[in-house]
């Protein structure tokens, strides 16, 4: 059967972003006589192993010799072969879903072996980047049905790795608390964790870095700790203080996910079904029994209006219910940033003055984390309906909770140095006296990014004013942070076109819909 | 304004088909400041020009040192520098028309500004392979209705040259044949242009190379001549044959549909309005005032039935109507392969045999040409309606359609040495008696493009029996060509999966909806 042809392997050190890419020469004789051409697929075979990748066409020796096969980074390390060992090369069948993804594509509605097949191919990189993009505009457009995102999100965990948590805790809940997104300075989690953890309850909390967003979780936990934590010492650290604040990239929780997010991300598509399927299949992998929801609604959230949102809710409902995952999922005030700091060193030095009863702290902040503390304290089956928030409460002000975040930062590594806001910036003004009636949650996030944020930690933006403050002409609506002169000078540009505050008359301030008076206490 | 970092611009020789790639070392200080991340886009500035491109991040000084540029061969062309020229490099703005994708995406029907923006990005190579896929698949997705379609094809002449035969015809027509594809071996171009042009009508005809077939017509011409003429050797052509059967692609008539195309053929996605615009786009760009088209009906074929096949044409009616183009759609029976050959050389011996009268041609080529070429002759405002045929049958069999081809081939420039079949081959055998019921052009072309065809010249199929035809066991069916042993091998395991015919009783031959009897003569 196999006795195609066989080149020696050459790394090529092109970072391909989660994509298999083969480079082979024009002049290769395996290109020559089998007509491959660009783009085409090909399966390598090597050392018993085998991958799918798309074929560059290369020029140039120094990049790709006539009779050498170049793997990009992702799929040598995929192939988990050295360099030049012989490497057999054929055109590629179409990965075994594929048929299935076309009935997608087609409009039809797939069923549970169909989703499967779909997931198994994306996690082990059958799927160009091509099709990928297929998958997740047809699954965006002929919206999947709540079996359909089932059977998605089961797939999603069943070829990624699980964390059990039993030997932690036993019985009892393992409890987490996860944000659709969209909201920037939204760094609830960091309040939260410490709370419930000083409360007793098991809440290993892993979270992503920024994808399209100023900071992530993870980034912002960064400016104070290590978060890069390998499974075992993450498994001590929350045996020691019931509670992490990790980075989950590390564990593999579900692959299919992350290659998919590849490619969600330069699309700007998060369809309601692809976020319920990677949020649970993450959450359940991570071994979390028990999730508080926080779904941000808002003219510029992910969710724009109270029924967008209680669709969405009840689609995370019905499949969380079916995984066995116990949710409560809070629909939460999204008109605009939480806190006053977006980019990691600001929204960490917010989460800090929370956690220290700071009088300066930004209440918002405040009231939200305590909100959404409370709502996982009533997992607690000791814990009665409605007493969450005043036992969050408590333990915040009793110091309790910021005894708890320092004990998490040593376990997981606290930073030597403290980092701190990037050294340029400027002021952006109000141009004209007024009350803010509008604060662009995606302007000021691209603003952040283009400042620097996340990447570089004390780049972003430092709000002076939110929805409702009158401000004068003139007065500092908020200060821009950076690092480097080229990133001071992107953000000004998009400061100049656009800079996310809308000024108008008091009555103009839209409405929360969210957040009822009964939940703020 | 333009104070971003600049770097030294480098060739970075990798052909990544059509997609503008950069290349930037993940030492280098433009990647760290700003926080690039792979798949970012990133606008390119030199010379007064500028590009969009898609970032890769490299680890190997020798592909792009940490202070240069690397610029894929595709972005580099179109860039048109030298190396070591000063780039400025910047997070890019997403193309105008991203807010018209992704109202497509979001199912809303678009107007002509919106379309004609997206073409025009396109053209321009603003979109990454990731928004071109989201694109074909929502238009895919959402069947892009009439108007759509219209706007579409418009804008898609609106970006590319036009030929103008102005000089060459006066004010008659100019008359074009084309067939929406899919059968293997239906090569009737290369009989109805010699045909027509030797009675006296303009078929300036240009054809494109095969995308996922085993053979374009571009293909096999060029067994026989050059096909890749500048566009005034064209009219030189034209002006003394009437004729010509040349490559299309030199002449860029319709760049954002080549592009299109890149993606559209690894999905293997070819949806009505996609086809309608591609096809009718080039024919206008290439300066057809009268085309006859070819819709082939069949189970194996790109329309299955009877329906399909009346939408479509509609749909192209509708469509030519409005561009002012006169269009005579014929469907015709695409149930098998047309004549016997499938591959370049073999093909064009098929032709060649039809236009020397040579009884041992495929008859089955020859009628359908004569149809066609009928239905063409009718366009000729001195010919009455249902003359054609005749005429057409009168020229083939009077030896000068071969004159005309002959003199074609010459102008074009004739390949000095005939080309012949691989010499490497195998039999496909009959397993058992009966009557051949199902003959699978998608099947015999997978064969035949695993054998080697069209790059191999040579490689193809040669079928012994077609539809209806009984057999005996171990008869041969058809015989595979090719010129190398790793080609013959992968075809031989096709083979082994399945041979793409069907035996049966001979009442189970399907029927030929498509042609009437009145048709044939």
């Known amino acids: 059967m196999n006795n195609g042809p066989t080149l020696p392997i050459r790394r090529v050190a092109i970072d391909t972003w989660r994509e298999n ?11 020559r006589a089998s007509g491959f051409q660009a783009l085409a697929k090909v399966r390598v075979q090597a050392n018993g192993k085998s991958l799918i990748a798309v074929l560059n066409v290369v020029d140039d020796d120094c990049i790709c010799a006539p009779r050498e096969l170049g793997l990009s980074e992702d799929a040598f390390e995929r192939l988990g072969t050295e360099e030049g060992e012989q490497a057999r090369i054929e055109q590629a069948e179409p990965a075994p879903s594929i048929a299935a993804l076309h009935r997608k594509i087609a409009g039809e509605r797939l069923g549970h072996e169909d989703l499967h097949a779909i997931v198994q191919d994306i996690a082990a ?12 505009v047809a699954t965006n457009q002929f919206e999947l049905d709540r079996d359909e995102v089932l059977n998605l999100t089961e797939a999603m965990i069943a070829c990624g790795q699980r964390i059990d948590w039993q030997r932690e805790v036993g019985a009892g809940p393992v409890v987490d608390k996860h944000c659709i997104g969209g909201i920037p300075g939204n760094r609830t989690s960091m309040v939260v964790v410490p709370i419930v953890a000083a409360h007793g309850m098991l809440c290993p909390k892993t979270s992503s870095r920024a994808i399209t967003s100023p900071a ?51 699309l700007a598509i998060d369809s309601p079904g692809q976020m319920v399927a990677s949020i649970l299949s993450k959450k359940v992998s991570a071994g979390a029994t028990h999730l508080v929801l926080d779904i941000p609604v808002g003219p510029t959230a992910k969710v724009r209006n109270m029924p967008a949102a209680q669709r969405l809710k009840r689609l995370f409902e019905y499949v969380a219910a079916r995984l066995g995952l116990e949710l409560d999922a809070v629909i939460t005030d999204g008109r605009q940033p939480i806190g006053r700091g977006i980019g ?9 003055q929370v956690l220290s009863n700071d009088p300066e ?28 928030y005043r036992i969050a409460r408590n333990i915040l002000e009793s110091g309790r909770a910021l005894a708890k975040m320092n004990a998490i930062i040593d376990a997981q590594g606290r930073r030597a140095e403290p980092l701190s806001a990037g050294k340029l910036g400027f002021d952006v ?29 004390g780049a972003g933006i430092d709000l002076m004013v939110k ?52 939940d703020a206490k």
């Open 344 to 352: 990691p060193v600001l929204e960490a030095r917010d989460v800090m």
């Open 361 to 388: 702290a930004p209440q918002d902040l405040r009231q939200k984390a305590l909100r959404l503390a409370g709502r996982v304290i009533e997992f607690d089956p000791d814990v009665r309906g409605g007493d969450g």
């Open 216 to 266: 992530g979780t993870a980034d912002t936990m960064e400016v104070l700790a290590e978060v890069e934590l390998p499974l075992e010492r993450l498994k001590e650290i929350v045996r020691a203080t019931h509670g992490c604040l990790a980075w989950g990239g590390t564990a593999d929780l579900s692959p299919a996910d992350d290659i998919l997010i590849s490619v969600e991300r330069p």
């Open 429 to 457: 003004t109000a141009p004209a006296d007024g009350t803010v009636i509008g604060v662009d949650n995606h302007r000021l996030a691209r603003i952040a990014r283009l400042s620097g944020a996340p990447q570089v930690r």
């Open 21 to 31: 890419v083969v480079f082979l020469h024009r002049d290769c004789p395996v290109v």
């Open 467 to 518: 929805l409702a403050d009158e401000v004068r002409a003139g007065q500092t609506l908020y200060r821009v942070h950076a690092q480097f002169d080229a990133d001071l000078e992107f953000a000004r540009r998009m400061v100049a076109s656009g800079c996310g505050f809308t000024l108008g008359a008091a009555d103009q301030v839209p409405r929360d819909y969210a957040t009822s008076p009964a």
């Open 125 to 136: 990189a059958r799927y160009s980047r091509i099709e990928l993009a297929a998958f997740v």
